[in-house]
């Protein structure tokens, strides 16, 4: 239970439908917690508040040395790359279905359940397919491709067949005080300013040319596709085109330099008990408020994958997850530039 709406209406749906519900919350904020994102001390007492209000036991775990080593230092790892990484994949597949659903399970329950849009079919084999939320405009599939068979038959997401207005109905039939909050679009553990995360050293801002062409602030604060901050007088806008940690500089372009048609992508994972035959042909998603593009996705060694698209992309940026879905149902991913 995050403290938000979803998670808070899932238990509820789960206890209407005859579960034995427990509510769980991860403790994962590093200093003071005093953020309003997920988990934080605020949420926290959000989530408390809607067990009581269900009448279920509700316990607060301390995560807080496997979310940093999992998550917030392959965060802080990745952009000293020049890298702009997920950490909501990472918490995912480290934290929420490894080590939450192992603390769950030691608590002695015997499925594990959020409130994810996505949803889990059995195929006709018995294996687990992992699927689109109903509602488009939220599905978190792209979150969830690295959950694997022995994770998704003990997973359950209440909400995955309901729309988010649907969701809010629920919860405010169900009374719960959450009903009408409003959903955090922050980093969840960054709790002041987002460069405080890093040794920040100014730079040059270089044209494809390689001419110099102004300041940066950091080039963590950067990333591919960016137009805004840059702080530079051009006749046309901007966009960042490449980071270069090793010579802490950043280049900028027209956007039509940010488009390509093509990627690597490492630390591949696939949902199927069988591993797609590559080559293949499907959809594929290089960020999580990116439409899926038709590819072909070639092998090129143990665990990654080039993907060629059939139409330029814009701002294909390293560290961002490429997800695979064939129609609903998501194939598997990885991680691009790895």
């Known amino acids: 239970m995050s403290g938000g709406v979803d998670s808070s209406v899932a238990a509820a749906l789960l206890k209407e439908q005859g579960y034995d519900v427990i509510g769980i919350t991860m403790q994962i904020w590093q200093n003071g917690g005093k953020s309003s994102g997920c988990c934080s001390l605020s949420a926290v007492e959000d989530a408390r508040r809607v067990a009581n209000k269900l009448g279920i036991p509700y316990y607060v775990v301390n995560f807080k ?13 990745g952009y000293n790359q020049g ?59 792209y979150f969830l491709y690295t959950l694997n068979q022995a994770a998704l038959a003990r997973t359950l997401f209440p909400v995955g067949d309901l729309t988010k207005v649907e969701v809010r109905k629920l919860a405010k039939k169900h009374g719960l005080n959450v009903a009408d909050k409003k959903e955090s679009q922050e980093i969840c553990f960054v709790e002041g300013h987002f460069g405080d995360l890093f040794n920040l050293k100014k730079g040059d801002i270089l044209d494809i040319e390689g001419n110099v062409v102004g300041k940066h602030k950091g080039y963590q604060l950067y990333t591919v596709g960016q137009r805004r901050g840059l702080g530079l007088s051009r006749p046309r806008p901007a966009y960042v085109v490449k980071i270069s940690p090793k010579n802490n500089q ?18 591949m994972s696939y949902i199927y008990v069988r591993r797609p035959t590559l080559p293949m042909r499907a959809k594929v998603k290089i960020r999580y408020n990116s439409p899926e593009a038709e590819a072909e996705i070639l092998p090129i060694s143990q665990g990654k994958v080039r993907v060629t698209f059939k139409e330029l992309q814009f701002a294909i940026t390293p560290g961002q997850s490429a997800v695979i879905y064939d129609r609903d149902n998501v194939i598997g991913g990885g991680i691009i530039g790895a």
């Not at 040395?65 to 790892?77: A, L, P, Q, Y």
């Not at 279905?97 to 889990?120: S, V």
């Open 83 to 141: 890298h702009t990484p997920n950490p909501c994949v990472r918490c995912n597949q480290f934290v929420k279905f490894d080590a939450l659903m192992k603390k769950a399970k030691e608590l002695g329950a015997d499925y594990f359940a959020t409130g994810h849009y996505a949803r889990i079919e059995k195929d006709k084999k018995g294996g687990y397919i992992l699927k689109k939320g109903t509602d488009p405009k939220k599905d978190q599939s």
């Open 65 to 77: 040395k496997i979310f940093k080593k999992t998550v917030i230092d392959d965060f802080i790892n």
């Open 250 to 267: 950043i280049t900028v372009g027209d956007k039509g330099d940010v488009y390509g048609d093509d990627l690597t992508a490492g630390q």
